[in-house]
């Protein structure tokens, strides 16, 4: 079993940056790929990162490339995602999950998932 708990979230200016976590516990954090997704109002849920268990294999949604990079830290637990230049459409409750995918960008793929953090951006 894998708990993830995302923070960092918050309410930001166009343009602005956040980053954010998501702390695992037990001692498998390693053993997992690890992927954020977003999901805003009214709309699908939507992949934007992932990460491969040793970090250096990473892949974006077209919507994020060049402005969010994903990270991760196997001893401390926990993964990241930095989201620079910020825009209104971003706009999402953004979660972090967990799992070794098939297909990266395929939420099913994922066995674990938190329960999410709000990101908020404002014209």
């Known amino acids: 079993q894998v708990q993830l708990v995302e923070s960092g979230g918050g309410l930001v200016q166009a343009g602005g940056s956040l980053r954010l976590s998501c702390a695992a516990s037990g001692r498998t954090f390693s053993s997992f790929a690890m992927g954020w997704f977003r999901q805003a109002p009214g709309k699908e849920r939507e992949f934007v990162a992932y990460i491969s268990r040793s970090g250096d294999i990473t892949y974006y949604a077209d919507s994020v490339k060049g402005r969010f990079t994903i990270s991760r830290d196997n001893a401390k637990n926990t993964v990241y995602l930095q989201m620079n230049r910020l825009k209104p459409e971003d706009t999402a409750v953004y979660c972090c999950?967990?799992?070794?995918?098939?297909?990266?960008?395929?939420?099913?793929?994922?066995?674990?998932w938190g329960q999410g953090t709000q990101v908020t951006v404002s014209s």
């Open positions: 999950a967990a799992g070794n995918p098939v297909t990266v960008s395929f939420a099913r793929g994922y066995d674990y």
